[in-house]
Antibody
Framework: EVQLVQSGAEVKKPGESLKISCKGS????????IGWVRQMPGKGLEWMGI????????RYSPSFQGQVNISADKSISTAYLQWSSLKASDTAMYYC??????????WGQGTLVTVSS | DVQMTQSPSSLSASVGDRVTITCRAS??????LAWYQQKPGKAPKLLLY???RLVSGVPSRFSGSGSGTDYSLTITSLQSEDFATYYC?????????FGAGTKVEIE
């Protein structure tokens, strides 16, 4: 069974750094792209970027380029989404999802990130 | 970027109704369109891909159609578990883009 399990909810202050994770199981992790999707409170879905864990090829949405870093550790079948300096506007639910072949077929449960002073 | 204009933004319907949601792309996307269902507090769930191909396990009351720039999702005989928000997404090119969503509410 394909599963993507994300790390738990986070509460951070503005300016702090954060790295959230997404662990894949039930499939060959290195053979599928993983994407990250943001959902701000009460809003729609926004594609942030994707990574191919096999070779760490990464593509970003122009809206998120330079704002976040996407990485993966294929040895532990885990993808990451990282911020170096959080802002209040980063408060959102973040989903990881497997891409097969071009759409999101399996989703993680989401990680709620709250940034507040 | 390919802009996806989804309509309506919300609708009220009753169990048993037929419901249609439309998505218009800012350029032709060659059926490179997926539809997702999201229930409150849950992750989105893939319903259809390639505009009209139903994901295994999704009830046959869901169907998709369209071509070029215009696509639609139809739910025949709406069931109580279908009350949710629906999103279209194009994967013709990057950045991948979603429609703004359609909330299907109980009338």
């Amino acid at each position: 069974e394909v599963q993507l399990v994300q790390s738990g909810a986070e509460v951070k202050k503005p300016g702090e750094s954060l790295k959230i994770s997404c662990k894949g199981s039930g499939y060959i992790f290195t053979s599928y792209w993983i994407g990250w999707v943001r959902q701000m409170p009460g809003k729609g879905l926004e594609w942030m970027g994707i990574i191919y864990p096999g070779d760490s090829d990464t593509r970003y949405s122009p809206s998120f380029q330079g704002q976040v870093n996407i990485s993966a550790d294929k040895s532990i079948s885990t993808a990451y989404l990282q911020w170096s300096s959080l802002k209040a506007s980063d408060t959102a639910m973040y989903y990881c999802a497997r891409i097969s072949p071009y759409y999101f077929d399996y989703w993680g449960q989401g990680t709620l990130v709250t940034v507040s002073s | 970027d390919v802009q996806m204009t989804q309509s309506p933004s919300s609708l009220s319907a009753s169990v048993g109704d037929r419901v249609t949601i439309t998505c218009r792309a800012s350029q032709g996307i060659s059926n490179s369109l997926a539809w997702y269902q999201q229930k409150p507090g849950k992750a989105p769930k893939l319903l259809l891909y390639a505009a009209s191909r139903l994901v295994s396990g999704v009830p046959s009351r869901f169907s998709g159609s369209g071509s070029g720039t215009d696509y639609s999702l139809t739910i025949t005989s709406l069931q109580s578990e279908d009350f949710a928000t629906y999103y279209c997404q194009q994967y013709y090119n990057t950045p991948l883009t979603f429609g703004a969503g359609t909330k299907v509410e109980i009338e």
